[in-house]
């Protein structure tokens, strides 16, 4: 049986960071993943944004999530050779006369000083629809998910620290106060982490969550003739791609949880699209997946109190990119008794 420091169920945003921020930190890793090229990581936009929402609010944690996704995906991409990380301003188009009055109270207040900022009607792209008007976010964020797990799942296989396997649950995963085993690898592990985002909420370890998941859709879509190079914000988000192509997101249904892309999908971001600019499109692609949403839209991370070397790091909706990081230290620091796990982040914090 081979040893090591850590096993890792599940290679989306959240298993790729904690086995990142492991294998930093000189610990053996070892991440078991199915390989499925659509899952809610790899169909996420990857967007890292400060403000979010119909109130303008800033994003959870923005302040201590931020500098340490930045630093870290900087990093990843110096020791692959990947570029997977684009910083740069965003836009938020202001759909109603109560948007406006919100980004007029959101720039007067200290805490989003430097997070927003007008802009002026001869700033905006042409052939963007925007009667009233505009906002930027000076800073924002773009991950290029394929990549990135792609880069992360080849450099974890270079060093044999991967296995491409259907993963079974208990079945597969026996655990007990030594650790954590898994026969049919040959893997004994100190610790365990499931990172199996709504597939995995079956777990008995998940099952203390308090889930809501949701379906989204996602659809590529050419668009000739409209020279946008930034992320826009208009209830939906269309991020550019490059040579006239771009990502238009997403939707959310709360009542199916299935990875079929669908006609109504299709016809709610299409209206939406219709909104933003008048130029002629064409679908090239849509893709569905379920977010690991949880009630409360706060992560579900921590250790379990009867099985300390099991671990849960899952729940991390639409912020995976932004979060995934932070999240992976704090976990970690939690295992070693170095910081409390917070209240707001626990997974048993129903059960309390």
Not at 84 to 91: D, F, H, K, R, Y
Not at 176 to 198: M, N, P, W
Not at 306 to 322: A, D, H, V, Y
Request: charge should be positive; proline fraction near 5%.
């Amino acid at each position: 049986m081979r040893k090591v420091d850590l096993l890792i169920v599940g290679q989306g945003l959240a298993g790729a960071a904690l086995a990142w921020t492991a294998h930093l930190r000189g610990l053996s890793v070892h991440l078991v993943d199915r390989g499925e090229e659509v899952t809610s990581s790899r169909v996420a936009a990857g967007l890292m944004m400060p403000i979010t929402g119909k109130r303008l609010a800033k994003s959870w944690e923005w302040d201590s999530f931020w500098p340490v996704a930045v630093a870290f995906y900087h990093s990843i991409e110096r020791m692959t050779g990947t570029s997977c990380l684009q910083i740069g301003p965003a836009l938020r188009i202001l759909q109603t006369e109560k948007d406006q009055q919100q980004a007029q109270l959101r720039r007067s207040q200290e805490d989003y000083q430097g997070l927003l900022e007008s802009v002026d009607r001869s700033e905006l792209p042409s052939r963007v629809i925007s009667p009233r008007g505009a906002v930027r976010f000076p800073i924002s964020g773009r991950l290029n998910v394929p990549a990135y797990l792609d880069a992360t799942r080849q450099h974890f296989q270079s060093i044999d620290s991967f296995s491409q396997t259907e993963f079974e649950g208990e079945r597969d995963l026996v655990v007990t106060d030594a650790g954590a085993t898994v026969a049919r690898l040959g893997i004994v592990a100190e610790s365990a982490v499931l990172c199996r985002g709504f597939e995995g909420h079956t777990d008995s370890i998940a099952q203390k969550v308090c889930w809501n998941p949701a379906k989204g859709e996602i659809a590529t879509v050419k668009i000739p003739g409209l020279a946008l190079d930034q992320v826009v914000q208009f209830g939906h988000w269309l991020a550019p791609l490059g040579e006239e192509f771009f990502k238009l997101g997403a939707t959310f249904s709360w009542s199916a949880y299935d990875k079929r892309p669908t006609q109504e999908g299709w016809n709610e971001l299409e209206l939406r699209l219709r909104s933003l600019t008048s130029l002629p499109y064409e679908l090239v692609t849509q893709t569905a997946a379920v977010r690991p949403t949880i009630c409360d839209f706060r992560p579900a991370i921590g250790w379990d109190k009867r099985q300390p070397c099991l671990g849960l790091l899952n729940g991390l909706g639409t912020k995976g990119s932004l979060m995934a990081p932070r999240l992976a230290q704090i976990l970690l620091d939690a295992r070693r008794g170095l910081v409390p796990l917070p209240r707001g982040m626990d997974f048993q914090r129903w059960s309390r």
